[in-house]
C-alpha cells in the first residue's frame, strides 16, 4: 500500500498562480474583445488558453486548501480571481446575447414561406427565379 504525498505548498507556486491570475485576467480582456467584434475563429485557441490556466490554478487552489491557514499571498490572487469571475460572466452575457441573435435569426430564415412569390435577387444582382415562375415584372 502506497501513499502519496503531494508535495508542500512553495512561495513560488503563489508566485505562479498570481501570474495565471493575471495571464487569466487579460485572457478574458481579449476574450471580450473577440466576442464583441465578433472574430469567433479566433475563439476556441483562447478557451485552450483558458482551461490550462483554470487547470493550474486548481491544482494551486488544492494544495492551499489542505494548509491549516492560507497563505497572504493567496487572499490577494483570490481578489483578483473574483474580479476576473466578474469578467467572464461579461464575456457569458455578450455570448449568450450574440447566440440568441443567431437562433432568432435561424428561426425568421426557417419560417420564410418557400411557396412566396416574391422577386429575389441573385448574387450577381439579377433577378431570379424562385421555383421557375415567371417575374412580377413579366406578368
Known sequence: MSTE????????DL????????????L???????LRNREFERLEPLQAEKVTLLTALQATATQVA?????????SRIVATL??????????????SRQVEVVRQTLRALQ????????DLYDRLGQMSRRG?????SEA
Open 82 to 95: 473574483d474580479a476576473s469571475r466578474d469578467a467572464f460572466r461579461r464575456n457569458e452575457a455578450l455570448l
Open 5 to 12: 504525498l503531494k508535495p508542500a505548498l512553495q512561495p513560488s
Open 111 to 118: 419560417s420564410a414561406d418557400p411557396t412566396a412569390t416574391v
Open 15 to 26: 508566485d505562479a498562480a498570481q501570474l495565471q491570475v493575471q495571464a487569466l485576467d487579460a
Open 132 to 136: 421557375g415562375r415567371r417575374l412580377y
Open 66 to 74: 489542505a494548509l491549516d491557514e492560507p497563505p497572504e499571498a493567496w
Open 28 to 34: 478574458l480582456q481579449a476574450e471580450y474583445e473577440v
